[in-house]
């Protein structure tokens, strides 16, 4: 049923999504987008499933979206663009008001979409040897669609450390910003998720489910008029010609017009 993720469950009733394109640094695909915003109906109409961890295989976490399928918006016409933003959009939400607890295990580094796949778990938990970075800017982008999720995560004041300079952090700064609840040695990683995961089973799912949603209503507005607005910033840069160079020169291994690090 699922290519580039894969869905398991237990007897207890966890359940792991796990982003499954090591060999492309878990960065999302149109295919993985379609994935994942399934995976979050499955998850939230299975009720046998009481806590979901997200999880990548391999070394990455999520290096963010895939470079092949933001080449192809450049190169699609605007009507196409929006169709595929909200797309991208829709499944940061659909995880973002996941009716179980989402638990986040970053088994490694997490750039561009995959703070934001961060950003939309209940908790995250990372190694103490991952990086993180807001890496858009670098392309000519923004981080757009993600930003509602990330800035209620930071805050605006941490996030404006992070959002536009493109800069990488490691996982100390990371939970910091809190971005990460806490950040622990690779060989640790399992048992601190399985304490993360513990006490929920011992919670009533409806009640869980409901104080879930009441966080959300009680904490910064997420709703249709602001995820449209990230889908119109989202477009509207990448018909940008700093879009167009940005991704251009990642392809052909060279620096943007505007890079002047010496």
């Not at 016409?77 to 970053?106: C, H, Y």
């Not at 806490?182 to 399992?190: G, M, N, W």
């Not at 879930?212 to 249709?224: A, M, S």
Request: hydrophobic share 45%; net charge negative; glycine share 10%.
């Amino acid at each position: 049923m699922y290519e580039a993720i894969t869905l398991t469950s237990d007897e207890g009733g966890v359940a792991t999504l796990t982003l499954n394109r090591a060999e492309k640094h878990n960065a999302m695909s149109a295919r993985m987008i379609a994935e994942l915003t399934q995976a979050a109906t499955d998850l939230g109409n299975n009720q046998d499933v009481r806590v979901v961890v997200l999880t990548g295989a391999g070394k990455t976490f999520c290096a963010g979206g895939d470079l092949g399928w933001m080449k192809e918006q450049m190169a699609a016409d605007s009507a196409t663009r929006f169709v595929e933003a909200r797309k991208l959009a829709e499944m940061l939400q659909a995880l973002n008001v996941l009716n179980k607890p989402l638990i986040g295990a970053l088994q490694g580094n997490a750039f561009g979409g995959g703070v934001g796949l961060a950003s939309v778990c209940d908790v995250a938990i990372g190694i103490d040897s991952l990086k993180m970075g807001l890496t858009e800017t670098r392309l000519g982008l923004i981080p757009a669609t993600i930003g509602p999720y990330v800035i209620a995560r930071m805050g605006e004041a941490k996030a404006r450390r992070v959002f536009m300079s493109a800069r990488l952090f490691d996982a100390a700064e990371a939970v910091d910003l809190g971005l990460l609840a806490r950040a622990v040695p690779a060989d640790e990683l399992s048992a601190a998720i399985e304490a993360e995961v513990r006490p929920y089973l011992s919670c009533a799912p409806g009640a869980v489910a409901s104080a879930k949603e009441l966080v959300r209503e009680l904490g910064p507005r997420i709703d249709d008029s602001v995820i449209d607005h990230t889908i119109r910033k989202l477009v509207a840069r990448w018909e940008t010609s700093e879009a167009q160079e940005g991704i251009g020169a990642f392809f052909e291994k060279r620096n943007p017009a505007w890079n002047n690090k010496v």
